[in-house]
């Protein structure tokens, strides 16, 4: 009898598996950003440099692991597309399926497993970027193993904490705002809980602390090694994406602006905003009546809280939901790894659940071919998945993935892109540069650096930059004629840091005065000297 209940369970289990796979794979698609690395893999891979523009030295990888992992799948087929849809369903579903083991093991594990099943198949942040050719399932797969180790045990050895290290610094080298979820629940298990043997369980004590300084370094040491690779290669610690997209000079107030767009706008397409909301109050509340014995739940939540406000100041993004999707699969996790008993205050959960069944409603009500464009945010997964997955090419009349392959094969065999048309939106664009570096500055080290043209319906990655005058005629004729003085002398020196010998003395002298910010003044007057945040002018791109 026992056998075949347990044989129930798991086909149950096998059933919501498959089911949310297939909704995954229903969904599959390919975004415009994921060009930006593969167009890096592709140099890599031809000897011209991990850098989208052979000849300059730029990272535009802000999820640099993400894309050598792509680069190590380019190695053995050489389509960027299919590999990164591979990996992108391997992780998620390896990720699914720890999720999956841990509501196995829970007592009320038949609600819990339709809950979830429920809640994924109708995600739409989850089934946009479980695929999508971005980051986000090695981070769920990630995020997924790391809270297997943290709550595997209440003290940690000295290999355990080397794990939360490594998984902490994996993360970080995957997307490095993402390490801030876990990076209180770190902290914590290397200050607090770490046991020499079983023993020796006391709490905090310095001499412990400095025995596993050593551990953390080396757990994180990938990332540390990244961050000076990227120092020394590209002369930056940061991506040049990052630096386009924040270093604009418009007022935070505008960013918190946007940042509370990208939260309402998320919310309206997709429950998830408003249930993470719900769930961080239903752990804190629960958590409360023993605060020592659940420190590890809050401090989780407590991270969780930190990126919130951050994807809040960063003006969140252009992609609904996507930043979401990381914290949204924290919080189902960790409900699932926790043993906390769960608590209601019907004072402050009730209006939520209202407001969530509201907000549910709202997403079935909506026709899927809306598309948001207050401040540049869109659906991404409404407006691009008919032109860059499997769906849309069947609608169209094709067999699957006949657009891409098109464009893909004509691109990799003859470097034609005359078959661009054949599937418009797919972020073709990013592999010619043109537009990525002229247009956003995405691709360009020196506009990246100075502050963007404000207007009123600004959003974030998509900020213009004025041409310096003479800037156009350096970039093609490889002289330096930029007609500002200071500025001439700055880029000089950028210049020769991201294109020179890497291992020339010089370069390396310039290259740690650069970034110790010797040349800023120069930078800096340039920029006070003139209006580059008023639209018009003749250094306008036309």
């Not at 129930?8 to 690395?37: E, G, P, V």
């Not at 995020?143 to 943290?150: Q, T």
């Not at 900020?463 to 930029?482: A, C, S």
Request: with cysteine; charged share 15%.
């Amino acid at each position: 009898m026992y056998e075949s209940l347990n044989n129930k369970k798991k086909l149950l289990f096998i059933s919501a598996f498959i089911l949310i796979f297939l909704r995954i794979l229903s969904y599959a698609w390919c975004s415009d950003d994921a060009f930006h690395i593969y167009i890096m893999a592709k140099n890599l891979l031809s000897g011209s440099g991990f850098t989208p523009t052979p000849g300059l030295r730029v990272n535009v990888a802000t999820c640099p692991l993400w894309a050598l992992i792509v680069t190590f799948g380019m190695l053995f087929w050489n389509n960027p597309y299919a590999i990164g849809m591979i990996f992108n369903l391997l992780f998620s579903g390896i990720a699914l399926f720890i999720l999956f083991k841990s509501i196995y093991k829970k007592e009320n594990w038949f609600l819990i497993l339709v809950v979830v099943t429920t809640t994924l198949c109708f995600s739409k942040t989850y089934l946009s970027f479980t695929t999508s050719g971005l980051e986000n399932a090695l981070i769920l797969l990630l995020s997924a193993l790391y809270l297997e180790v943290l709550f595997k045990n209440e003290y940690f050895s000295k290999m355990e904490l080397f794990k939360i290290a490594l998984l902490e610094g994996l993360i970080a080298f995957t997307r490095m705002d993402c390490a801030l979820i876990f990076a209180f629940t770190s902290a914590y298990a290397f200050l607090f809980k770490y046991k020499k043997d079983d023993s020796d369980a006391s709490g905090f004590l310095w001499k412990k602390m400095v025995s596993v300084i050593p551990v953390a370094l080396v757990g994180l040491s990938p990332f540390l090694f990244w961050e000076l690779f990227s120092l020394f290669y590209y002369g930056s610690f940061v991506p040049n994406t990052a630096l386009a997209k924040l270093n604009t000079g418009f007022p935070l107030n505008e960013y918190f602006v946007r940042g509370m767009w990208y939260f309402i706008l998320s919310a309206v397409f997709d429950v998830i905003v408003l249930g993470q909301i719900f769930v961080i109050l239903v752990i804190w509340e629960s958590a409360k009546f023993n605060r020592q014995k659940y420190i590890k739940e809050r401090l989780v939540l407590t991270g969780t809280i930190f990126y919130l406000f951050y994807i809040l100041y960063i003006g969140g993004d252009f992609m609904l939901g996507r930043h979401f999707l990381s914290t949204f699969w924290t919080l189902i996790l960790l409900i699932n790894k926790s043993q906390i008993t769960i608590n209601f205050n019907k004072h402050i959960f009730i209006p939520i659940i209202l407001l969530a069944a509201g907000v549910f409603l709202l997403n079935i009500l909506i026709s899927s071919k809306i598309t948001i464009k207050q401040h540049n945010l869109s659906n991404i997964l409404i407006s691009s998945y008919q032109k860059s997955g499997w769906r849309g090419d069947i609608q169209k009349g094709r067999y699957p993935f006949t657009g891409l392959k098109i464009v893909l094969l004509n691109y990799f065999k003859n470097g034609d892109f005359r078959s661009i048309e054949a599937c418009p939106g797919i972020g073709i664009q990013y592999f010619l540069g043109n537009e990525a570096m002229y247009e956003y500055r995405l691709y360009d080290p020196l506009l990246s650096r100075l502050p963007a043209i404000h207007h009123d319906n600004w959003g974030v990655g998509f900020m213009v930059r004025k041409i310096p005058n003479g800037y156009y005629e350096t970039l093609f004729l490889h002289e330096n004629y930029i007609a500002d003085k200071n500025l001439a002398l700055y880029y000089s020196k950028l210049k020769f840091v991201i294109s020179g010998d890497l291992f020339d003395l010089k370069r390396i002298k310039a290259l740690l005065v650069l970034t110790m910010g010797g040349y800023n003044d120069k930078l800096f007057q340039y920029i006070n000297d003139n209006d580059l945040t008023t639209p018009g002018g003749s250094e306008d791109l036309p």
